[in-house]
């Protein structure tokens, strides 16, 4: 009884929800006018609101729950080192490493007095400290080499840095050569200068920036990471989220002060940019040209679908007109409702596209179908009552599929969930108000009625109620196939792969993962205090996946008292009155012509008498170099002036740093520069520990061992690794939720508004296998899963679950299976299904390769879908009606 009477008051909640669709349709077939005036006010003021308060979040900070333990790790992290985070990382790069850290200095001087949008700068391998404490930072054994070479080289210095000429080198160099020929004697380094000047000879003749490099063959090159030649400097940006691109004042300030000091391949010396900052910039510029491209190729190619499917071009103006009215409205409610879109949910107008053409597709060919008598009133009550019940459930399945994104961690998709989710009923309600209005103020009637056209009579051939039994089977056993692929299928986590790898910012952030010393994949672990620091970094540095790790007490050099007393002795030998460089006096190009031609015949004169050695095979290189260059730029004034330029130009300000180096005094943690002990210890005593890996961080498999490894020793890490692997783990866990939640709930629907388990299994089971078929394709055609194609799946459940409700109920209402691909409805599915993946498959030609990825997977995804549900879906069917006999 109890049964009964619950059955009894679910059909009357039926009758009451489809006499209310009928009667929302008609009434807005009789108050046509009125109800197109109300949803044309209504869109405008819709559209208006969108206009002004349009706006891009790229706080990208927010994209997962703040509840994870990580994340609040990373909360705290960056609370007691606010300046550590979202930063541009500046590389300057020439061949000569002096040269790039005295550039660098130039730029961070600059920007400290010009930059804007800038809160702080620093150049952490300059500065006055490093300038006179940098020997300090040498082993013992190099530093004693050093005062060696020093103690050798001193004669030569001071009289080049009396007189920093050209024709004074080249004849120091003469005196070199001729003491060398003596028998017995060696100078260890005079290689070194003649291969250095050859260099720089060779780099002038060939169009390439290069200068004579002093530091290293004085062995005075400072401590610090990067490559050869690289020097950097952090820039701290100031956000502006509601823009176009959240840091450009700063990257135009970078710029600006690189053209100011000359600093470009023209001198010798390359800036790029890259770091967090840089990346994020560039992620939202291109995500915002590639959404409106996309959104505007997918119009188009909806409008060519519909042209094709419709035939007729009053039905088409329709259709995107009722589906423009419903993407103004939805997009008004996702900015009252969630406030800036993000850079996920931004993709809600292609997503709204199609889908809402669907619901479209599907009510005007079923009113084709229905008006075939000419009577309008008529044909579009008879469209409500047959298409509305499927438009329904077909509308809440979908907006199911987007709110099972709402209760995830991936706070980064609730958004998408929300207005996607929401979306499906104004494109739902859109249809059954201003579709038939404007069926009645354009058809009315008079072009109703469908003939039977080419893709019907091609669905009426397909032999899927001669062949059920074989077809499922084949299914079943594609299915059991498929699992292999789908088992090797992977999640890949980092986001770099989702950006365009030919820009700047990701190039040079790939060129410095290769880095041992300064990659900008680093993890950070918070200590109470500097003791603890101590011994995590310890153990630590055992392990094999750590290349480096350093703390606060790694910028106090050890041995100092043994080291200064090098330093000291290194004084007396080169005292800094004997480095003083003197004032060069105007050289004519004669002068310098005549002695390059007669440092060629020493040189040759050299070799000749020596016959072999190194020093020999570098006299015979400079002097090869001469030939060519004296017969190409020998009467060339400014040829030769600029050769004297770059050979002796760098010279005096190196002996200058070599001299201030020599004022080296004790280091400890209190003389450390405020700025870069800030950067290690925080003002309550905490500390921390930065951590770089032994490994190229471009492989995910390698970011994940270093994470793991490192994980073991301190569970509280943070930095950009832990945020990819911890955070990768979040998002494939919050989908699998979600698809599992999408999935329950659809069922439950279809069970409550069906009341048929059997109607039920058969639209969900053929999905089963198309999700399977789809991640096997994906595979096959070598597409991860990412952060950006992720949500298909469960887009896949809500979208797919809509095409086979529409068949199923057709299947209901006494049509039998031999006749259901013949119908307006098999029909409408398959134009349908075609569109929204026009419409999708628009992303796939996006700049942006997180957007295209995913336009490729949905693509791929609904193919599937659409294959299986024309095929094993009717199969299902025919097998249960010959059961039913």
């Known amino acids: 009884?109890?049964?009964?009477?619950?059955?009894?008051?679910?059909?009357?909640?039926?009758?009451?929800?489809?006499?209310?669709?009928?009667?929302?349709?008609?009434?807005?077939?009789?108050?046509?006018?009125?109800?197109?005036?109300?949803?044309?006010?209504?869109?405008?003021?819709?559209?208006?609101?969108?206009?002004?308060?349009?706006?891009?979040?790229?706080?990208?900070?927010?994209?997962?729950?703040?509840?994870?333990?990580?994340?609040?790790?990373?909360?705290?992290?960056?609370?007691?080192?606010?300046?550590?985070?979202?930063?541009?990382?500046?590389?300057?790069?020439?061949?000569?490493?002096?040269?790039?850290?005295?550039?660098?200095?130039?730029?961070?001087?600059?920007?400290?007095?010009?930059?804007?949008?800038?809160?702080?700068?620093?150049?952490?391998?300059?500065?006055?400290?490093?300038?006179?404490?940098?020997?300090?930072?040498?082993?013992?054994?190099?530093?004693?080499?050093?005062?060696?070479?020093?103690?050798?080289?001193?004669?030569?210095?001071?009289?080049?840095?009396?007189?920093p000429t050209l024709p004074r080198f080249s004849g120091l160099l003469e005196a070199a050569l001729a003491r060398a020929r003596t028998p017995g004697e060696t100078l260890p380094g005079l290689a070194t200068v003649l291969d250095g000047l050859r260099t720089t000879l060779q780099g002038q003749e060939r169009g390439r920036y290069a200068t004579m490099p002093w530091a290293r063959l004085m062995g005075t090159v400072a401590p610090g990471g990067g490559m050869a030649g690289d020097s950097f400097v952090i820039v701290k940006p100031r956000y502006n989220y509601e823009g176009g691109a959240p840091v450009q004042t700063a990257l135009r300030s970078v710029r600006a002060g690189a053209r100011a000091l000359g600093l470009d391949p023209g001198h010798g010396v390359t800036v790029r940019i890259t770091g967090s900052a840089a990346l994020d910039n560039e992620q939202v510029k291109t995500v915002s040209q590639s959404a409106g491209l996309a959104t505007g190729l997918s119009l188009a190619l909806?409008?060519?679908?519909?042209?094709?499917?419709?035939?007729?071009?009053?039905?088409?103006?329709?259709?995107?007109?009722?589906?423009?009215?419903?993407?103004?409205?939805?997009?008004?409610?996702?900015?009252?409702?969630?406030?800036?879109?993000?850079?996920?949910?931004?993709?809600?107008?292609?997503?709204?596209?199609?889908?809402?053409?669907?619901?479209?597709?599907?009510?005007?060919?079923?009113?084709?179908?229905?008006?075939?008598?000419?009577?309008?009133?008529?044909?579009?009550?008879?469209?409500?009552?047959?298409?509305?019940?499927?438009?329904?459930?077909?509308?809440?399945?979908?907006?199911?599929?987007?709110?099972?994104?709402?209760?995830t961690s991936y706070a980064g998709i609730v958004d998408l969930g929300i207005i996607s989710g929401t979306g499906m009923f104004f494109a739902l309600f859109a249809n059954l108000t201003v579709t038939p209005a404007l069926l009645t103020l354009l058809i009315n009637g008079h072009e109703s009625g469908r003939p039977r056209g080419r893709l019907r009579a091609l669905l009426a051939r397909i032999p899927v109620a001669r062949h059920p039994r074989a077809i499922v089977a084949g299914a079943a056993v594609i299915g059991i196939g498929l699992i292999p692929m789908i088992l090797a299928s992977r999640f890949d986590f980092d986001p770099m792969h989702l950006q365009n790898p030919h820009s700047e910012a990701v190039a040079t952030f790939e060129s410095l993962l290769k880095n041992k010393r300064i990659s900008p994949y680093p993890i950070d672990i918070l200590e109470p205090n500097l003791a603890a620091a101590r011994r995590v970094a310890a153990r630590l540095a055992r392990l094999k996946t750590v290349g480096r790790v350093l703390t606060a007490d790694s910028f106090v050099p050890t041995h100092q008292n043994a080291k200064l007393a090098v330093i000291a002795q290194m004084a007396l030998i080169v005292p800094p009155f004997s480095i003083q460089s003197g004032t060069p006096h105007p050289l004519s190009a004669?002068?310098?012509?005549?002695?390059?031609?007669?440092?060629?015949?020493?040189?040759?004169?050299?070799?000749?008498?020596?016959?072999?050695?190194?020093?020999?095979?570098?006299?015979?290189?400079?002097?090869?170099?001469?030939?060519?260059?004296?017969?190409?730029?020998?009467?060339?004034?400014?040829?030769?002036?600029?050769?004297?330029?770059?050979?002796?130009?760098?010279?005096?300000?190196?002996?200058?740093?070599?001299?201030?180096?020599?004022?080296?005094?004790?280091?400890?943690?209190?003389?450390?520069?405020?700025?870069?002990?800030?950067?290690?210890?925080?003002?309550?005593?905490?500390?921390?520990?930065?951590?770089?890996?032994?490994?190229?961080?471009?492989?995910?498999?390698?970011?994940?061992?270093?994470?793991?490894?490192?994980?073991?020793?301190?569970?509280?890490?943070?930095?950009?690794?832990?945020?990819?692997?911890?955070?990768?783990?979040?998002?494939?866990?919050?989908?699998?939720?979600?698809?599992?939640?999408?999935?329950?709930?659809?069922?439950?629907?279809?069970?409550?508004?069906?009341?048929?388990?059997?109607?039920?299994?058969?639209?969900?089971?053929?999905?089963?296998?198309?999700?399977?078929?789809?991640?096997?394709?994906?595979?096959?055609?070598?597409?991860?899963?990412?952060?950006?194609?992720?949500?298909?799946?469960?887009?896949?459940?809500?979208?797919?679950?809509?095409?086979?409700?529409?068949?199923?109920?057709?299947?209901?209402?006494?049509?039998?299976?031999?006749?259901?691909?013949?119908?307006?409805?098999?029909?409408?599915?398959?134009?349908?299904?075609?569109?929204?993946?026009?419409?999708?498959?628009?992303l796939a030609i996006s700049s942006n390769p997180g957007m295209a990825v995913l336009g490729e997977t949905l693509f791929i995804a609904m193919g599937a879908a659409l294959v299986t549900i024309l095929l094993v879906l009717p199969a299902i069917l025919s097998l249960r009606q010959a059961a039913r006999g």
């Open 1 to 163: 009884m109890h049964d009964k009477r619950h059955s009894s008051g679910i059909d009357r909640l039926d009758r009451l929800y489809f006499g209310a669709l009928i009667g929302l349709a008609d009434f807005s077939r009789r108050r046509a006018w009125w109800v197109l005036a109300a949803a044309v006010l209504v869109s405008a003021a819709s559209l208006v609101y969108t206009v002004t308060h349009f706006t891009i979040s790229t706080n990208m900070s927010r994209m997962l729950s703040q509840d994870l333990p990580f994340e609040r790790a990373q909360r705290q992290f960056n609370k007691a080192f606010p300046g550590l985070n979202k930063t541009l990382l500046v590389v300057v790069q020439s061949d000569s490493q002096a040269l790039s850290r005295r550039d660098a200095g130039r730029l961070t001087h600059w920007l400290r007095r010009h930059g804007q949008g800038i809160t702080q700068v620093s150049q952490p391998d300059g500065g006055r400290f490093f300038a006179r404490q940098g020997l300090l930072y040498l082993s013992q054994k190099a530093l004693w080499s050093l005062s060696d070479r020093l103690s050798q080289a001193q004669p030569f210095m001071a009289t080049l840095a009396a007189h």
């Open 302 to 407: 909806v409008l060519v679908m519909l042209v094709l499917g419709l035939h007729r071009a009053r039905y088409v103006v329709i259709i995107l007109v009722t589906l423009f009215m419903g993407l103004t409205w939805t997009a008004a409610f996702a900015l009252m409702a969630t406030g800036p879109m993000n850079l996920i949910s931004v993709a809600f107008a292609v997503l709204f596209v199609g889908l809402g053409v669907d619901f479209g597709i599907q009510f005007c060919i079923r009113y084709q179908e229905e008006g075939e008598h000419g009577d309008n009133g008529q044909a579009i009550s008879a469209t409500a009552r047959g298409a509305g019940s499927a438009l329904s459930l077909a509308a809440v399945a979908a907006a199911i599929s987007f709110y099972s994104f709402v209760p």
């Open 590 to 842: 004669a002068r310098i012509r005549t002695s390059l031609e007669r440092l060629q015949r020493d040189l040759n004169a050299f070799a000749a008498a020596r016959k072999q050695g190194r020093t020999v095979r570098a006299a015979r290189g400079l002097s090869a170099a001469l030939g060519p260059y004296l017969a190409r730029f020998g009467g060339d004034r400014t040829a030769l002036l600029t050769l004297q330029r770059r050979v002796i130009g760098t010279l005096p300000w190196q002996l200058a740093g070599l001299q201030e180096a020599m004022g080296a005094r004790p280091v400890t943690l209190q003389t450390l520069p405020a700025s870069l002990r800030r950067q290690f210890l925080s003002p309550d005593g905490r500390a921390r520990v930065e951590v770089f890996s032994s490994l190229d961080l471009n492989r995910n498999r390698n970011i994940q061992r270093f994470v793991r490894d490192v994980l073991r020793v301190a569970p509280d890490a943070v930095g950009p690794p832990v945020l990819l692997v911890e955070g990768g783990r979040a998002v494939v866990a919050a989908f699998k939720e979600a698809s599992a939640l999408s999935f329950v709930l659809i069922t439950i629907v279809l069970l409550l508004t069906l009341r048929n388990v059997a109607d039920a299994l058969t639209i969900l089971a053929p999905l089963v296998l198309a999700a399977m078929t789809a991640v096997a394709v994906m595979w096959a055609f070598g597409i991860s899963f990412n952060l950006a194609n992720i949500i298909v799946l469960p887009l896949l459940i809500g979208l797919s679950v809509a095409f086979s409700i529409y068949l199923v109920v057709r299947w209901r209402r006494g049509v039998r299976t031999a006749l259901l691909l013949d119908t307006s409805t098999s029909e409408a599915v398959v134009f349908s299904a075609l569109t929204t993946m026009s419409s999708f498959g628009s």
